[in-house]
């Protein structure tokens, strides 16, 4: 994980690099108008008006590979994790991704089994920029065509007129703007099976794959069965500490103790009072870019589960996103059967796959990476996200909703006290949403006015 940026055709790529440091706070690289490859381990030694046409900053997990990468025709960034590198004959997941683009062109990512955003340069001489994203949108990766082309990781580095590349797409770029634009997006197969043996094997398998070469890693912790699954499934690989924040009397942390307790989890629990939470809000705001009540109240306990595993030096933080949506976890997941029965059930699902990027993805990235930690996704292994699809619905929605998930939670040893707890949103589970509206009840103002109050501050 890391920070990408760049300007088409060259410009202050130094100012962009500078306002990604969170994202790589251990080293910063530049490839130059002239073609030449800086980096550097010391943020002290950016000229933040340096000219450049890529950027990057570092957050090494394993091993340390400054980028960009560049044989000198061609030159890359990368953001992302690519697990089947060695397939490649690569020494690291930048080295394949570059293989990969240079010898086939952006037909050659439906060889990369992994989460990606990039800026490749396939002639240094030709002023061309080629822009993807991986299908599912986990890494971010923004735009501005307004003057000379600009990227970056987050779009608050661009400032202004930033928009998203949309997962799955491929944007070939040059100094006036866009050349070429192509996507990419998964076919939606209609659901026939009805039975999880491989679902489990491919969950398994998507923790394994991201887990190589780490020795201790942090997991965001409700208590829920989620979270709990995912507990019993790294704990097969690596040492986990769990991290649960939420105020004291919150069901999240009353959920987390208790499953600490029955199951011997190492969990750090984050109690959070008001004092800490106003403290917090105004940069949470800035770095999620948003003054939208739910999703600072989502993030917020994200944000401050990274931030204790950062301070006991732990890199990379594990999170069961994507179950509600493959899995039928929402209200409106039972709206949508009641309405159109399992096929409009089906509909609702992919629908709200498709838009994750939007509404979850980039906030928790955000979130967790405003303290320079990692945060990976095994139920959006994108075999596992075929194969949950490929479930018929009546294996989702029963008595409880993820009933399939449940089972197999069950059956991997999960308490019942867990795998029968009903879902409750991130923002209601830890009691952040409550303390934001008695912030704002403070000021006299609706929650929505006091976060926008705390922007226009900041």
């Not at 940026?5 to 706070?25: D, Q």
């Not at 990057?56 to 960009?68: A, D, E, S, T």
């Not at 661009?158 to 590349?165: C, K, L, N, S």
């Amino acid at each position: 994980m890391c920070g990408i940026s760049g300007i088409v055709g060259g410009g202050t790529v130094g100012k962009l690099i500078s306002r990604l440091e969170h994202r790589g706070p251990e080293g910063w690289g530049l490839l130059t108008e002239d073609g030449e490859v800086i980096t550097s381990k010391d943020y002290d030694s950016l000229d933040k008006r340096a000219k450049g046409i890529l950027g990057h900053n570092l957050l090494p997990i394993v091993g340390n590979n400054p980028q960009p990468i560049s044989d000198g025709k061609s030159a890359l960034v990368f953001n992302g994790e690519i697990y089947n590198y060695r397939d490649f004959k690569a020494k690291n997941d930048a080295e394949a991704l570059f293989k990969i683009l240079k010898r086939y062109g952006f037909d050659g990512l439906s060889k990369v089994d992994g989460v990606y955003a990039f800026a490749f340069i396939p002639d240094i001489n030709s002023e061309e920029v080629w822009l993807g994203r991986d299908i599912l949108g986990v890494k971010p990766l923004w735009i501005s065509v307004d003057g000379r082309p600009k990227f970056a990781s987050e779009a608050k580095a661009i400032e202004r007129d930033a928009w998203p590349v949309l997962p799955g797409e491929r944007l070939v770029l040059t100094k006036k703007g866009i050349a070429e634009r192509t996507r990419v997006r998964l076919e939606r197969v209609p659901p026939k099976k009805r039975t999880h043996k491989d679902l489990k094997k491919y969950i398994e398998k998507a923790v394994e794959k991201r887990t190589k070469g780490l020795k201790e890693v942090a997991l965001l912790f409700s208590g829920g069965v989620d979270s709990t699954l995912l507990y019993v499934l790294l704990s097969e690989h690596v040492k986990v500490k769990a991290y649960t924040a939420g105020f004291p009397d919150s069901q999240d942390v009353a959920f987390a103790k208790r499953a600490s307790e029955e199951m011997g989890i190492d969990l750090v629990v984050e109690e959070l009072d008001l004092k800490q939470v106003e403290g917090e809000l105004p940069y949470l705001v800035k770095q999620l870019e948003t003054t939208n009540v739910m999703k600072i109240g989502v993030a917020f306990p994200f944000y401050i589960a990274s931030k204790k595993a950062r301070e006991d030096g732990i890199k990379v933080i594990f999170s069961g996103l994507g179950t509600e949506e493959l899995f039928a976890g929402y209200e409106r997941h039972i709206e949508a059967y009641k309405q159109g029965g399992w096929e409009g059930l089906n509909q609702a699902m992919w629908d709200g796959l498709e838009t994750m990027w939007d509404r979850d993805l980039y906030r928790d990235d955000l979130a967790t990476m405003a303290n320079s930690v990692e945060l990976r996704l095994p139920f959006l292994d994108l075999d596992v996200v075929k194969e949950a699809m490929n479930l018929h619905p009546s294996l989702k929605l029963g008595e409880m909703k993820k009933q399939v998930l449940r089972q197999i939670a069950k059956e991997e040893g999960v308490p019942d006290f867990i795998v029968n707890r009903p879902k409750k949103a991130a923002q209601y589970g830890s009691g952040v949403d409550k303390a934001i509206r008695k912030l704002a009840k403070r000021r006299g103002m609706k929650p929505q006015n006091y976060l926008e109050w705390i922007a226009n501050r900041s």
